[in-house]
């Protein structure tokens, strides 16, 4: 049965590149809900309105003979506390709602990899960690936290299935924070500067490959999938979008070292370690290993399925955080030729302290706060083996060629407005 699309916060840098996709492929019947519409697509109807208003949305749904809710509005960072509670919270049990009540089938939540965020380190992270217990600094993280939470319970209510999908660091052109924010880096002489000993990896995910999650993610919510066994046991390709494939030097394929005659074994050997084919590895798991059986036998609700499910999406591709900041602003055509200062943490926890309490004064809005302190210098990385396994997620866009095109498209921005 063909699906009818419904996308609340279409007008968003996110939403809209869904519609963008959902479009290229054929789609015939989609929809956008938002508050204030920005992008002007043929075929595309547009309802405007309030998501804490379910007759609003349920007026949408029943207007477009909605089959599949993807769902990806939520306030920028920084709009403060209320508005997370309003919008993400509240907003999304009232998406919720209409969905149960109007019988819709799917439902495809943005939730976010800060969903686990509270400060401390994220080393290899999977679905199997508990929400923390956030602080007040950390309204954003917790709302999508409860919204997600409210999402997955949902699952199964009037038929509904859902599915939450958790980005992290998302980017690439459109994005209104993290490139804007390395351009005004640039404008104001701060490349030199570096919080911490840039020992900390972190996930980054470009625009386009978590589109490419919550698409597989809405086609595979109701598609019967292969048994679980099948499914953890099968192997998977390496994550080569930016390196391209290479094959990992053995015994049976190597390069040829220096000799005199090339003898048939050389010839193999050389044409082994020329091959494109990709090498099959069994899998070897282990009780460490998140989708183990017997770790799957203790925890129950981490399923091998996509209703009801939670799932991490990145690049797969972890970067040292201030190596990314810097090869980005290299793309936007600067490069630091003057000393590097690196601050402390410590130092830069008490700066930002002191930031937000002259602010607060003030009546202005910190730029440099605690929270971001902490975010640059704390490693947060995940694991996406169960996406990869589950979804049959693999990045369709590599980092090096995300942030040429993030790049490009900011420096393009910043000359139309000086202009």
């Known amino acids: ?39 002007f697509e043929k075929n595309v109807t547009f309802y405007s309105g309030d998501i804490t208003v379910e007759s609003e949305i349920s007026n949408a749904i029943q207007k477009s003979n909605v089959t599949c809710i993807i769902h990806t509005a939520s306030p920028p960072h920084g709009l403060g506390t209320k508005v997370y509670w309003h919008v993400n919270v509240e907003g999304t049990k009232t998406v919720i709602a209409a969905a149960v009540a109007n019988g819709v089938r799917k439902l495809v939540f943005t939730s976010s990899a800060g969903t686990l965020f509270d400060g401390t380190e994220l080393i290899d992270c999977d679905e199997r960690m508990p929400y923390p217990k956030f602080t007040s600094d950390l309204a954003y993280n917790e709302t999508k936290a409860k919204a997600e939470e409210a999402v997955l319970a949902a699952n199964g209510k009037n038929g509904l299935l859902t599915v939450a999908i958790r980005p992290a660091g998302i980017f690439g052109p459109g994005d209104r924070q993290m490139f804007p924010g390395f351009r005004q880096v640039i404008v104001n002489g701060q490349t030199g500067f570096q919080i911490g000993d840039n020992t900390n990896l972190w996930d980054v995910t470009y625009v386009d490959n978590v589109v490419h999650a919550h698409i597989l993610a809405a086609d595979k919510l109701d598609a019967p999938l292969p048994p679980a066994e099948e499914l953890i046991e099968a192997s998977l390709t390496p994550i080569s979008a930016s390196t391209g494939y290479h094959r990992i030097p053995t015994s049976a394929a190597r390069p040829l070292g220096p000799a005199v005659e090339i003898t048939p074994e050389a010839e193999a050997a050389a044409a082994a370690f020329r091959s494109t084919e990709p090498e099959e590895r069994p899998v070897t798991r282990s009780k460490f290993d998140p989708l183990a059986s017997s770790v799957l036998d203790i925890d129950p609700s981490n399923k091998m399925q996509v209703a009801g499910q939670a799932f991490f999406i990145t690049n797969g591709e972890p970067v040292y955080w201030w190596d990314f900041v810097r090869y980005s602003i290299k793309h936007m055509g600067h490069v630091h030729r003057g000393r590097k ?33 902490q975010t640059v210098s704390t490693a947060r990385w995940y694991n996406i083996e169960k996406a990869r396994r589950v979804l049959g997620y693999a990045p369709i866009v590599g980092l090096e060629e995300g942030v040429r095109r993030a790049a490009e498209a900011c420096l393009s921005l910043f000359m139309r407005v000086k202009v």
Request: proline residues 3%; charged residues 20%; contains cysteine.
């Open 341 to 373: 200062i690196v601050l402390p943490v410590k130092l830069g926890i008490w700066l930002g302290t002191a930031a937000e309490w002259w602010c607060k004064l003030v009546g202005k809005e910190a730029g440099f706060t605690r929270f971001r302190v």
């Open 1 to 39: 049965m063909p699906e009818s699309y419904l996308v609340i916060g279409g007008s968003g840098f996110l939403g809209h590149r869904i519609v963008e996709f959902l479009l290229a492929r054929g789609e015939a019947a989609v929809a956008v809900f938002d508050i204030t519409q920005r992008h």
